[in-house]
């Protein structure tokens, strides 16, 4: 809503700043006026009642011309060209992998020589794991930042990330990075300060004097981290204070209900934003606002915090998407699209966490029920947002779908999840799994999963015991798990070894600094000789690697597969096939997967019923065409078969 004087503070800075109207300016002076009094409306919500609210305001406008400012005339064409693409982002032909760069190549240096191998596998978006200085023993994989500028001198320089994001850029492939909002390391500068005793930057943190407020808040928030960080504070002795830590006792909570932390984490993220970044991944914001008596997470706050950093973005770099890392209940993560006013224009990607959780789900058990049963909610993603869809990512498998839904599908609750953990730890009868529990909580029973891709499909397992037929199963369920991903909607965001089949890396055990977290298993120091392998048809990195392939490739070519919230879920005529249609125009592409051990049949009228009129389909998967059948008559999938239908006259 347009407000008069925020209009003339705007006009006031930016006349100051020697910007106006015209010229090339003109489409950064619009999207400022245009955007300010929303900003100010939400700023006002969270701080009218601080008593620096207003001069901190004016710092966050000065913020954001600064940073416009300094933002390359490369980087604003690049931002034009995708405004005038309109969602550039839900475009089929984007596909993402997730690498740590030391584990992966080395250097920032070496990664240019690594990208021949990336653009042949189909990827053309990277997911660098977090690359600034991070203290080595105490870093959570990078999401523990002692300094947001500078690059941790293990992976190079800032220099060698900027070369690279210009040669990435040159390729036409994309940038995401990760912003690491919710907290600093207790190295980060503010905490040494707030160490030494300066009351102006203890309250960047939530610090308290003795437990009475802690008390209150531990009541509320469950533990992140319960074997190897429990509790949600940890005691500092040089100040007699104790200061909030969700995840680990070296990350410390950042107090977003101060303004001024606010203003300094949007001048990073602007500073990520001229750095060429594409996407930026906003590192944990269900958790950046905490009221005591709540599990402080997901609040309504939270969500006012990330529209402002929308409209802020939107005005610097609207060419730069956000997504929105909430590993959190279904019905919460899709707020993080947006909603009333804000529909679509918080965050435009979120994790299709819920899902990923599912396929793991329907590949134990050999049933589509309780995924369905989980979907209402997930369909609710409104138009131009998209998710994230994977199988694994750097994080464990936290199964977090809802009680209602499992019991819903017909199974008990405590018993399924019982069964999912000992399925892919391995211990349950039959399972080919190997993966681990991770964070079990003795108290509740609660426990996520870590492994590989491979480990989990049984791959590790199959290796072991020399079981040619059951590497090739294993095979079959790492693909259909991909395929089920990639072709459902959003960006496919591969993690990186699982390409190439990487089993679990135990030697994570051997290293003092992660040998607590045994997320380290499924982040593979990545063998370039085995990798190598990946294009021996007869390996079974040559069989990955060209399947993950070649499910890229067609996605890439299929339009109809781009995400604009145009999927329908198939009726489960079979229990153990999961099925849907995407349709855009024209266009259809019928999807059905067959999660079961044993072959499935499915009759033709599940096609029929979705809107299928032509006599036959091909299988871009197979290049096969079958002919339909009558209702009366079947579609035989093999165990584990997918096929990827379009109907052909
Ligand atoms: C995110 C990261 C995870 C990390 C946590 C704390 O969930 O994905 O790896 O441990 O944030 O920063």
Redesign the pocket.
């Known amino acids: 809503m347009y407000n008069y004087q925020v209009h003339q503070t705007v006009d006031k800075i930016l006349r100051k700043q020697q910007i106006n109207t015209s010229g090339n300016n003109n489409a950064f002076y619009v999207r400022m006026v245009s955007n300010t009094p929303a900003l100010y409306q939400l700023y006002q919500q969270l701080y009218w009642h601080h008593p620096s609210a207003e001069k901190n305001f004016e710092t966050l406008l000065k913020i954001i011309i600064t940073s416009y400012k300094q933002r390359n005339e490369g980087l604003r064409q690049a931002d034009e060209t995708k405004l005038q693409q309109g969602y550039w982002y839900l475009s089929n032909k984007l596909a993402g992998m997730s690498l740590y760069v030391d584990r992966f190549a080395g250097k920032l240096k070496n990664m240019p020589e690594k990208l021949d191998y990336l653009q042949h596998l189909g990827i053309n978006l990277l997911h660098l794991m977090p690359l600034f200085e991070s203290p080595v023993n105490e870093s959570?994989?990078g999401?523990?930042v002692s300094n947001f500028r500078k690059v941790d001198k293990r992976f190079g320089s800032l220099e060698d990330l900027q070369a690279l994001r210009q040669h990435m850029h040159t390729r036409g492939m994309y940038l995401m990075l990760d912003i690491?909002l919710?907290?600093t390391s207790h190295h980060h500068p503010w905490a040494l300060k707030a160490k030494a005793g300066d009351t102006t930057y203890q309250d960047y943190y939530y610090m308290y004097p003795d437990r009475q407020v802690p008390d209150q808040f531990e009541m509320g928030m469950p533990e992140?981290f319960p074997e190897s960080a429990p509790g949600n504070f940890t005691y500092i002795p040089q100040i007699d204070k104790w200061v909030m830590t969700a995840?680990?006792n070296y990350?410390w909570d950042l107090n977003f209900t101060n303004p001024s932390v606010f203003n300094a984490m949007l001048e990073n993220i602007l500073f990520y934003a001229n750095l060429g970044v594409d996407v930026l991944r906003i590192?944990?914001p269900a958790f950046i606002w905490k009221k005591p008596g709540t599990t402080c997470q997901n609040l309504p706050e939270a969500h006012t915090l990330l529209r402002m950093i929308k409209l802020c973005v939107q005005i610097v770099a609207p060419g730069m998407a956000l997504l929105g890392?909430a590993?959190v209940a279904p019905d919460e993560i899709i707020k993080y699209f947006g909603t009333g006013h804000f529909t679509a224009r918080e965050c435009d990607f979120a994790y299709n966490a819920t899902h990923m959780a599912l396929q793991w789900d329907m590949l134990a058990t050999g049933d589509t029920r309780i995924m369905l049963a989980a979907q209402h909610p997930l369909m609710q993603k409104p138009f131009g947002t998209s998710w994230i869809t994977y199988t694994r990512?750097?994080?464990d498998i936290g199964l977090g779908y809802n009680d209602e839904t499992i019991a819903q599908a017909g199974y008990n609750p405590y018993e399924h999840r019982r069964f999912m953990k000992d399925f892919y730890s391995g211990t349950y009868p039959g399972s080919t799994a190997k993966g681990a529990l991770f964070a079990v909580n003795p108290k509740t029973q609660d426990a996520r999963i870590s492994g590989t891709l491979a480990s989990l499909c049984g791959l590790e397992d199959a290796l072991n015991k020399q079981d040619v037929q059951a590497i090739d199963v294993a095979i079959q369920r790492m693909l259909l798990m991909q395929a089920h991903s990639f072709f459902m909607g959003g960006m496919p965001m591969l993690f990186y070894g699982d390409e190439a089949a990487y089993t679990n890396d135990y030697s994570y055990l051997q290293d003092d600094g992660k040998s607590y977290d045994n997320?380290w298993m499924h982040r593979p120091q990545i063998n370039w000789q085995k990798n190598a392998l990946t294009t021996n048809p007869h390996t079974p990195e040559g069989k990955v690697f060209a399947g993950t392939r070649q499910l890229l490739h067609l996605r890439s070519l299929l339009a109809v597969v781009a995400d604009y919230s145009n999927l329908t879920w198939f009726t489960p005529h079979n229990i153990h096939v999961a099925g849907y249609v995407r349709a855009w125009e024209k266009e259809q592409l019928f999807c059905v997967f067959n999660f079961s051990s044993q072959p499935a049949w499915l009759t033709w009228y599940a096609f029929k019923e979705k809107g299928l009129l032509a006599p036959k389909l091909y299988n871009h998967w197979n290049q096969q065409t079958y002919t339909v059948g009558s209702d009366r008559e079947y579609l035989i999938l093999q165990p584990y078969e997918f096929m990827l239908l379009q109907p052909v006259e």
């Open positions: 959570d994989g999401y523990a690491v919710n907290h992140i995840f680990h990350q590192d944990a890392e590993i990512c750097h994080d997320r």
